[in-house]
Structure formats: C-alpha cells, structure tokens
T-cell receptor, first 111, second 116 residues
Framework: DQQVKQNSPSLSVQEGRISILNCDYTNSMFDYFLWYKKYPAEGPTFLISISSIKDKNEDGRFTVFLNKSAKHLSLHIVPSQPGDSAVYFC??????????FGTGTSLTVIP | SAVISQKPSRDICQRGTSLTIQCQVDSQVTMMFWYRQQPGQSLTLIATANQGSEATYESGFVIDKFPISRPNLTFSTLTVSNMSPEDSSIYLCSIQGTLTTTDTQYFGPGTRLTVL
C-alpha cells in the first residue's frame, strides 16, 4: 500500500527552464513533507521541507508547494541546472511517526 | 548537519553468508533507522534502532534476518543474515534528532549489497 506516490518515473528539462516534480499522498494525517535528492552511489540528501501549516516554502531555486485538499505537493526548480540531474524522492510523515517515501522521479537537465 | 558514514560502501557476498553494516555518526542523535532500497523501488523502512534495547521492526522484517544493534547514541549496526539474491539492495542508515533539527531525517551514503 503505497501512501506516497510519484507517478512520473522520469522527467527531462532544458537547462534554464523550470522543473516541476509532483508527489501525491493518501494519508490525511501526514503533516510534514520533505524532498530528497539522490545521486548515483550516494545516499539521499535532504533538500527542502514543508509543514502542513504552510502552502509554500522557498529556498533559493527550490520551492515546494503543498495542496492539502488535493493531497498533492510539488517541487519547482528554477532555473534548472545540469547539476540538478538526479533522482528526487518525496517523503511524508505524521508528527512523531515514520517517514514514507515515494518511488522517485529521475530528473535530467539537458544543457 | 551531522556527518554519517557507513561501512562497507559496497560488497558482493555469497548466498547463505551474513554481512554486518556499520553506521557511525559524528555527534549524538536521538533516532537511528535502517532502510532498504531495492532496485527500481522506493526506500523501505526496516527498523528503528533503539539505543540500549531491541530494535523496532516494521511489518515484513524480523530480528532473525536483520539483527540490529545500537550500543550508544552515535553508532548502529545492521546484519543481513543468511543472504539470498533477493537481499541485493542498497541499505541506508538514517538519523533524526540532532542538535539543530528534530523533524528531518538525514541519510548516510548507503551500502550497496550484491548477493550471488
């Protein structure tokens, strides 16, 4: 039972354009959401998070949007750079409980 | 943030043998976890490593197959016992609860295990 879903296994974007990665969840108790970035042969690296009291959080080129009614979050990367090419995982948790991860979206930024 | 190291980084093992993976953190942390990422799949939580007591295992994972130790607040081991090719995965240690943050999990570099 996959509580966090990333329906796009891959995404290709031109350098300088916007990358939008999507994530859906089913558990309405989730109140904390994170995005991780993973390069091959490395562990996931924390990128950005958002709590359910917000609908947007921005950190430099990265912005996460949360739509609680739709149980949907997205990560926007603007402008996209070749170094952003990696697998991106979204994760969700209910406070104090375990994290659930999506299956990942492989982003390729084309120079 | 805390620095997390894992040993070994990768290994190739024979069926029926066991491998112990070490996770070392450079500062004390509240919680340590072990995950598995099978090829093409998401990260699956194996267990929470509890300091000084038995680990808490998720559904589908048992202590006999994945014994875990956590003798202190900076170190944990995961053993993959009696391995089969289905155990070929990336095994990841993660931490939560550092001096600077309590809500976010941070991951080690992972151990890539191949079982022949």
């Amino acid at each position: 039972d996959q509580q966090v879903k990333q329906n796009s296994p891959s995404l290709s974007v031109q350098e300088g354009r916007i990358s939008i990665l999507n994530c859906d969840y089913t558990n309405s108790m989730f109140d904390y959401f994170l995005w991780y970035k993973k390069y091959p042969a490395e562990g996931p690296t924390f990128l950005i998070s958002i709590s359910s009291i917000k609908d947007k959080n921005e950190d430099g080129r990265f912005t996460v949007f949360l739509n609680k009614s739709a149980k949907h979050l997205s990560l926007h990367i603007v402008p996209s750079q070749p170094g952003d090419s990696a697998v991106y995982f979204c994760a969700a948790s209910a406070t104090g409980n375990q994290f659930y991860f999506g299956t990942g979206t492989s982003l390729t930024v084309i120079p | 943030s805390a620095v997390i190291s894992q040993k070994p980084s990768r290994d190739i093992c024979q069926r029926g043998t066991s491998l112990t993976i070490q996770c070392q953190v450079d500062s004390q942390v509240t919680m340590m976890f072990w995950y598995r990422q099978q090829p093409g799949q998401s990260l699956t939580l194996i267990a929470t490593a509890n300091q000084g007591s038995e680990a808490t295992y998720e559904s589908g994972f048992v202590i006999d197959k994945f014994p875990i130790s956590r003798p202190n607040l900076t170190f944990s081991t995961l053993t993959v016992s009696n391995m089969s090719p289905e155990d070929s995965s990336i095994y990841l240690c993660s931490i939560q609860g550092t001096l600077t943050t309590t809500d976010t999990q941070y991951f080690g570099p992972g151990t890539r295990l191949t079982v022949l």
